[in-house]
């Protein structure tokens, strides 16, 4: 196995207020973008791309029962997508998995001209960012 880049992020882990509801949406979505499930425990679940995973765990010391995205800390999550029909693809299949389409009116360009990409936010408050062109690809 390759070593990981230095720097590379390692894992993100996201605290959910309800796991059942986490893994029907962010679940479902990571898996949709070729992550794996990795781990499973009564409290939590991870996903595998690379050498990168991400949890999702339902901890007994959350203080609130919401995401605010507005508030310091996380404010959403962005993925590469292989191509704008695969975003318009998923955008429109996250709509059965708990998501909504966020900024409908600036679809699919709400991040500028040059960037193509879905905004969506589920019932707990996170967002995730589906890309496939953006300003930064292109340099």
């Keep these: 196995m390759t070593r990981p880049t230095h720097g590379a992020l390692h894992h993100v ?27 499973n425990w009564e409290t939590g679940r991870s996903w595998l791309l690379g050498p990168t995973y991400l949890v999702l765990e339902q901890s007994p010391a959350l203080t609130a029962d919401r995401h605010e995205r507005c508030r310091p800390g996380l404010n959403h999550l962005a993925f590469h997508v292989e191509n704008a029909s695969t975003v318009e693809e998923l955008a429109a299949e996250a709509t059965r998995h708990g998501w909504r389409l966020m900024f409908p009116d600036l679809h699919p360009h709400a991040g500028g001209d040059q960037h193509y990409a879905a905004y969506l936010e589920n019932s707990d408050g996170f967002e995730i960012e589906l890309v496939a062109i953006s300003s930064l690809d292109q340099s």
Excluded: C, N
């Design 13 to 39: 882990e996201l605290w959910v207020p309800d796991l059942g509801r986490a893994v029907a949406s962010l679940g479902w979505l990571l898996e949709a973008l070729g992550h794996t499930v990795s781990q």
